[in-house]
């Protein structure tokens, strides 16, 4: 091992906690700053009436990236956290009352298949074996950063080969005829911030990632991921300092000494390590004048993904019999308009495209003793939509509520005992997220790979990023790997 380092990381989102258990791991000392009293970023937990609310990731895949934190800690994943597997991974509800179960073997999703496109089946292998075709090429480039344009060029004979310069949707559709199994096989993008009409079908590498090791729940929500997470942290001696936001990377010569917290202190760092989103933080914690002059320019340039509003709820009664599974997602008869509204005109559009969180369903410690947990998530436009949020927020959450209550949960309103909700402003102003987008920088091509910001900054020494805004993009599975990537960089 190296000498040991004095790592700052600003955050405690899912990659800051993957770099920081890395490098604590190796013997640096690491600090993590976080500016909530609670850890997590978009993992926040809340905690209201007896309830437990995981604020944003609840899809969990690649148990085997959390392995390798507690491996080269010396411990095991199991003393931590308990993970088990769900399936069907979800139910997709298609706008006339029906659903289609999304399962991890092909023979379960074909069977779903059957009932609504027989003809389908054959298409629907061959796209399998397209996305198999696209995990297997691309996957390995999601723990490496692109250093260079010509380490990015490389990857292009590949691209023409498995066809994945199409959206994801014109990729699906290549392959399957029905318009409803089409949009069951290319919503992936939607999990990372992308628009299934023009996300390329790079992303659909996803589709295998999730059947390759599975859907997990974490007993106790994800929360009790990032739980683990500290608690390993601080195991292999990392400290992390909560209700302290940094107001300023410290530069000199280039080079990133440490950071100034928002109380005037100052703690001085041989490396910095940002979680905060990447656009935030260049155009807030780096003083203007040491950026280049594009710098500006490019970031306000760059495309950012959608919002949410997400809204957390419980009742006081079980919906037993309700047609919800664990994970929902409620497609809509407009769906191809809604992306355009969301994505495109950037106004909130009429029809809703909801995914409904039901973690009761699995897990009985989550919720008080005959109550039910749920988050609805509803995808809206990022601030570059010009919507006041802060006059629009109680109407548009009674929609949704009662969007839920005639279709899915009888009298809900009547039986809420705690509620919370967020809008694109929370993204903004808690989370410090450039134009409140939920997943930072929009995949798209143009976005992706050596053309995304890397996690070495480029423009200055010993300072790193790590999250959704970088190389290889949004997802707890690949913010853990920008971690691994800024981890390995620092060793170097
Ligand atoms: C509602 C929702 C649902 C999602 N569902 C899924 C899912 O099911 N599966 C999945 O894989 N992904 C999901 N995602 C995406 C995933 O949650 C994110 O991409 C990922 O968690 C982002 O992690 P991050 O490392 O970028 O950090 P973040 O979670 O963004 O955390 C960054 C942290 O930095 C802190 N911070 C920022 N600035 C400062 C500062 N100046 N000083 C101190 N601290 C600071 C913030 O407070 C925050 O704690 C979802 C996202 C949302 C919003």
Redesign the pocket.
Known sequence: MQQPKKIAV???????LSAAIRLAAKGHEVII????DK??????QYEINGFKFD???????APHQYDELFELAGKKREDYMTLVPLDPFYRIFDGKGDHFDYWRSQEHTEAEIKKYSPNDIAGYRKFIKGVTDIFHWFHPFTEKSFPTLWSFLRIFPHVIKTGTWRSMYAFAAHFIKHDFIRKVASFHPL??GGNPFDTPSIYGLIIQFEKQWGIHYCMGGTGAIVKALCRLFEDCGGTIQLN????QIIIHNKQAKGVQLKDGSVYEADEVVC???VA?AYKN?IPNTLLPKQMNFWLSNLQYSNS?V?IYFGTKKKYTNSKLSHHNLILGNKYNKLMRDIFQRKILPRELGLYLHMPSKTDATIAPEGCDCFYV?SLVPNLDGKINWNELMDEYVDKVLGFLEENYLPELRSNIVAKHAVTPLHFQNN???YKGA???IKPSMMQSGYFRPQVKSKWFDNLYF????VHPG??????MASGKIAAAAIEQ
Do not use: C, M, W
């Open positions: 600003i955050g405690s989102g899912f990659g800051g700053f976080e500016k909530h850890p997590g970023g978009r993992a926040y604020g944003g990731p609840t899809v969990i895949t999990l990372v302290s936001e940094v107001q979680n905060g989103d935030f914690y949410l997400v998530l989370l410090n997220s939920a997943f930072s790590v999250g959704a805004g949004a997802g707890v599975p690949a913010v």
